[in-house]
């Protein structure tokens, strides 16, 4: 069965770092393109960033770019969302999913979703 399932959430203090992680089963990572999502509360899911075939990554927007890295480790097919210098404003559900990387990186463009993690950045 195709999954993905999204882990390394948790609590985090403004400038704090996390790292996020997204395995999959039932497809080689190394030959999709995926992209991290994130649901803050009470606001629609949104883009943040995704990384095509050839490993290269678009965002969304400016606001995570320099703070976040999208990396694919073949070996354990996953793909990681390293996330420094977190603000408050990074509070949500963060998912992963499969679909087409593009520069805006829209939900409309993937259809295999993980669960999400929460990740709070609080003091």
């Known amino acids: 069965q195709l999954q993905l399932v999204e882990s390394g959430g948790g609590l985090v203090q403004p400038g704090g770092s996390l790292t996020l992680s997204c395995a999959a089963s039932?497809?080689?990572?190394?030959?999709?393109?995926i992209g991290w999502f994130r649901q803050a509360p009470g606001k629609e899911r949104e883009g943040i960033n995704c990384i095509d075939s050839d490993n290269f990554t678009r965002f969304a927007g400016d606001s995570e770019e320099g703070r976040f890295t999208l990396s694919r480790d073949e070996a354990k097919n996953s793909v990681y969302l390293q996330m420094n210098d977190l603000k408050p404003e990074d509070t949500g559900v963060y998912y992963c999913a499969m679909g087409i990387c593009t520069e805006s990186v829209s939900l409309h463009d993937y259809e295999i979703w993980g669960q999400g993690t929460q990740v709070t950045v609080s003091s």
């Open positions: 039932g497809v080689r990572l190394r030959y999709q393109y």
